[in-house]
């Protein structure tokens, strides 16, 4: 993993924290928590605070999130809207995130310029045992919290300065008047600068989260979708009323839900052509194929040539593989009728020629579940799925994993919204 972080593939984008008064606050926030301080001189967190360094100074992972539910969060800056999330049991806590920051703007500006902000993103549930404390999740509420008091002073100088307004004989109270010229000392004036978040309760969309062994949950108008392992604690094998559970290895049924419910964009060739997306999925998988049968190849030498000798000279274990030919095939059939009919395409490559819809809420969601049913494409893993994407790398030897760096730095770091927008039309 070491090479994937010299490379800012994993743990990048990153804010750095070295000033001591950040610091300070940062410690706070942690004695807030009821855990220690860190002597670190500096670190480096995400969006939600999360840093790897505090991480691995406290001894704990999961700091930040020590029962996978009621996330808690640090803010010292504006700035960390626009970092990523690396660590997180939910695939929606970015977003939720990103909702609190742009629900109260002025006041976490107003308030980082002082002191820290920090707590929890709050919801019905303290522990999952099972699948149904995550169906009584409905939204979220952020407890808000700052290391001086700054959030109580603002609240208590408003108090005062409603009195001020309602009460006739208010301005003779001497003492009151005094207290809150000491109280604006330290809060600034809250008419031009409210310092007390107004926006805290948020909807939990559809996630995905980390909980028995990885579980999607969709919501439609009248039916809730739950995608995970059978075996989870609260799965229903029948189909209760409002909640479809459908086992995570049950690939037919989960293609078509997707379809159904509106999430795909199905093979055509006004968009797979123009994305070269069936020549990206062949690419891909004809690497993982050599990568499982010949691991020493050194993927540095391999170009069209070569691949096409080494094509040629194991058509039998390409042929048994299947996935190659089926993706040149599905690819001249597209190109000759403008379409792909699903009936005429095997179980095992239904993933192959998909993606999410681009313009449907769920996207990214969808094309993180469709990602996991084609493994070999280690670059729409990377995009979509993190965590399959690190135990995927984990699994390589060595030549491999240094082709698999090269190949995210050549195609998706140096200009990843481009990449973005052509595969995946995002």
């Known amino acids: 993993m070491n090479r994937l972080a010299e490379n800012e593939l994993i743990h990048g984008r990153l804010l750095e924290i070295a000033e001591p008064h950040l610091i300070a606050r940062y410690n706070t926030a942690l004695k807030g928590f009821g855990l220690k301080p ?54 929606n806590t970015a977003q939720l995130m990103h909702e609190f920051f742009a629900g109260n703007r002025r006041a976490i500006a107003a308030l980082t310029i002082k002191d820290v902000i920090f707590g929890e993103i709050e919801d019905s549930v303290g522990e999952v045992r099972s699948i149904d404390d995550l169906l009584s999740i409905e939204d979220v509420t952020f407890k808000v919290q700052a290391g001086d008091g700054l959030l109580d002073k603002a609240a208590e100088l408003r108090t005062l300065t409603d ?47 980390s909980h028995f062994g990885g579980l999607y949950v969709f919501f439609d108008e009248k039916l809730t979708t739950l995608i995970c392992d059978a075996s989870a604690p609260g799965f229903r094998r029948s189909r209760p009323w409002q909640v479809a559970y459908i086992d995570k290895t049950d690939s037919v049924r989960i293609f078509e839900f997707l379809a159904n419910s ?27 194929l050599i990568a499982r049968e010949a691991p020493q190849t050194d993927f540095s030498k391999v170009d069209s040539i070569w691949l096409q000798t080494w094509l040629n000279r194991n058509a039998a274990v390409v042929e048994a593989d299947g996935t190659y030919p089926f993706l040149v ?81 050549a195609l998706y770091l140096r200009d990843k919204k481009a990449l973005r927008a052509r595969l995946y039309g995002l």
């Open 38 to 91: 860190v002597t670190l001189d500096k670190f480096a967190i995400d969006q939600t605070g999360f840093s790897p360094q505090v991480a691995e100074a406290l001894g704990d992972e999961t700091y930040l999130d020590p029962n996978g539910v009621n996330r808690r969060y640090i803010i010292l800056t504006p700035a960390q809207e626009e970092l990523p999330v690396v660590h997180t049991a939910f695939s």
């Open 163 to 209: 009195r001020l307004v309602q009460e006739a004989d208010f301005w003779k109270d001497d003492a009151a008047l005094n207290r809150m010229v000491d109280l604006a000392r330290d809060t600034g004036d809250i008419r031009e600068n409210p310092l007390v978040p107004e926006r805290v309760v948020f909807r939990h969309d559809a996630y995905w989260t």
């Open 262 to 288: 509106g999430r795909l964009e199905l093979p055509r060739e006004s968009w797979a052509g123009p994305a070269r997306y069936l020549e990206h999925r062949a690419e891909m998988a004809v690497r993982a």
């Open 329 to 409: 095939w599905a690819r001249r059939t597209m190109a000759q009728t403008g379409r792909l009919a699903v009936r005429d395409t095997p179980v095992e490559h239904l993933f192959q020629v998909v993606r999410a819809k681009p313009d449907h809420p769920d996207a990214w969601l969808t094309n993180r579940l469709i990602a996991e049913h084609a493994p070999g494409d280690f670059l729409s893993r990377y995009v979509f799925d993190k965590e399959g994407f690190y135990a995927f790398y984990e699994a390589q030897g060595e030549s491999y994993r240094t082709h698999i760096v090269e190949t995210l730095k």
